[in-house]
């Protein structure tokens, strides 16, 4: 198999390394913004680098991934689907509805198949609460609490661009609620802070964030997340049920420290980011990629999934500007 990969960022020469490492990957050719970069993490992988985008897809491929900057992603969707290519793309399509459905409407147009970047399907710890879950261990859920709290934040450069703290980071939140509950998100009611370091509110951004989510079936489920935890990576989620509570994500890696005499001990070597704390999850997801495009198992989570996890980012957007709770598709056009 030949796969085409177009970003070599942080994320890109991750999955740059995963690729050249699959039993099925027969070649891989790497292309970025920058063609000195995409040199480099070829050379070191055994790799093609491609001197631009257009010569990328001038090789004879079987699919592309996509890991380039956020602006790209929605026309190197169209560009993958009017060229009859599978693609993988990392979240989000774009960072709007319309354009969304834009690339969406593309990709069903054309037939192939669009895999989002989702990883946290991919997680052991996820796995195991979606089938406790659906097996009824839990009960009639009622609570769930989901946690993401990156250690630093990102580049100032970086916030204007990102769409914001709901559409870049949140986003991973309200799709892995949706699967592992299996419920729709109705009505959000979301706040945020922009204390602390001025490029936040430069870029019209929080650094803070907090939303309470309805479900269709009535759960209550409160996401939060932040740009500085000091204490390092932490993304978790509690579920309770009228049965049992379970938790994902608590380890001996979560950077968390009870102040009781007989709890858990401070971890002894916190996650320090998403890379090594979900490394397994990126890989899994990409192995699902390989497996779609030679026919062996259906997609795992198509690209209409971020277009629902879009809408309710986009709801608690307007409900924190707007002071008020917001249902879900409300503000977006037919």
Not at 64 to 79: D, F, G, K, P, Q
Not at 160 to 168: A, C, N, Q, T, V
Not at 267 to 280: I, M, Q, T, V, Y
Not at 294 to 307: K, S
């Amino acid at each position: 198999m030949r796969i085409g990969l177009i970003g070599t960022g942080r994320i890109g020469s991750f999955h740059a390394g995963v690729l050249a490492r699959h039993p099925e990957v027969g070649a891989l050719v790497l292309a970025d913004v920058d063609p000195v970069r995409a040199s480099g993490v070829a050379g070191a992988l055994g790799a093609e680098a491609a001197p631009d985008v257009t010569a990328l897809f001038g090789h004879a491929l079987d699919a592309v991934v996509i890991a380039s900057a956020t602006a790209a992603h929605a026309e190197l969707i169209a560009r993958a689907a009017g060229a009859g290519l599978p693609a993988f793309c990392e979240k989000p399509i774009a960072l709007d509805v319309p354009g969304t459905r834009l690339a969406l409407a593309a990709v069903a147009e054309a037939g192939t198949e669009l895999q989002l970047g989702f990883m946290r399907r991919f997680d052991a710890g996820y796995r195991a609460a979606r089938e406790a879950v659906q097996s009824g261990r839990l009960g009639r859920l009622h609570t769930v609490r989901a946690v993401t709290s990156d250690p630093e934040p990102p580049p100032a450069a970086y916030l204007p661009l990102s769409g914001g703290l709901y559409r870049d980071c949140l986003v991973h939140d309200f799709d892995i609620v949706r699967w592992v509950t299996g419920r729709e998100v109705v009505e959000v009611y979301a706040t945020g802070s922009d204390a602390g370091p001025a490029m936040f509110r430069e870029a019209g951004d929080v650094s803070t964030a907090a939303a309470l989510l309805t479900l269709d079936d009535g759960t209550l489920v409160t996401a939060t997340a932040t740009r500085r935890n000091g204490a390092g990576y932490d993304v978790r989620m509690e579920l309770a049920g009228d049965r049992d509570q379970i938790a994902v994500g608590l380890d001996d890696r979560t950077p968390l420290t009870s102040v009781e005499r007989h709890g858990p001990a401070a971890p002894g070597k916190p996650w320090p980011g998403f890379l090594e704390r979900f490394a397994p999850a990126y890989e899994a997801e990409l192995d699902a990629f390989v497996r779609l495009v030679r026919g062996e198992a259906a997609n795992p989570c198509d690209g209409r999934e971020a277009l629902a996890a879009l809408s309710i980012a986009e709801a608690c957007e307007h409900s924190r500007r707007e002071r008020r709770p917001v249902r879900v598709g409300e503000n977006e056009a037919p």
